[in-house]
């Protein structure tokens, strides 16, 4: 039986230590990706922008767009991408910070927030601009 027990570790171990970290996107799945998260957090943003005084819909957009956030943060950038990468979490990190304000009701620290989204948001179409990307979100 002890030996069962550690063939089974040996095997274990063995898994973990050649299992991939985080494999690279393909350029057109971070492409992919990034529209879809972006386009989320422009839509959600300018919802909860029209809604400030429910704070039920600010929590909730807070923990959605907490888990937006996040999961951009385990992406991994082509090449192609890595200049632009930073300022798509700083959008993503932004939103979700502003909704937090928001749900405590402290306007200036939301609107502060909303500052540095509407800039990242310029830097983000320029870059984009730049490496031939798409458009990638609709502006209202």
């Known amino acids: 039986m002890n ?64 888990t937006n956030a996040r999961l951009a943060e385990q992406m991994t950038p082509p090449e192609k991408f890595a200049e632009i990468h930073p300022h798509f979490l700083l959008v993503l990190e932004n939103v979700e910070r502003s909704f937090y304000y928001a749900t405590q009701g402290r306007l200036t620290r939301y609107r502060h927030h909303q500052k540095i989204v509407n800039k990242e948001l310029s830097i983000l179409e320029a870059l984009a601009d730049r490496v031939g990307m798409k458009p990638y979100y609709e502006k209202y």
């Open 3 to 66: 030996k069962l027990k550690y063939v089974t570790m040996l095997l274990l171990l063995l898994m973990v230590c050649t299992a991939k970290v985080s494999a690279a996107e393909s350029q057109r799945e971070y492409e992919i990706r990034f529209q879809i998260m972006l386009q989320y957090a422009v839509d959600i943003n300018e919802y909860v922008r029209r809604h400030l005084q429910d704070k039920n819909l600010c929590s909730y957009a807070e923990e959605m767009t907490a």
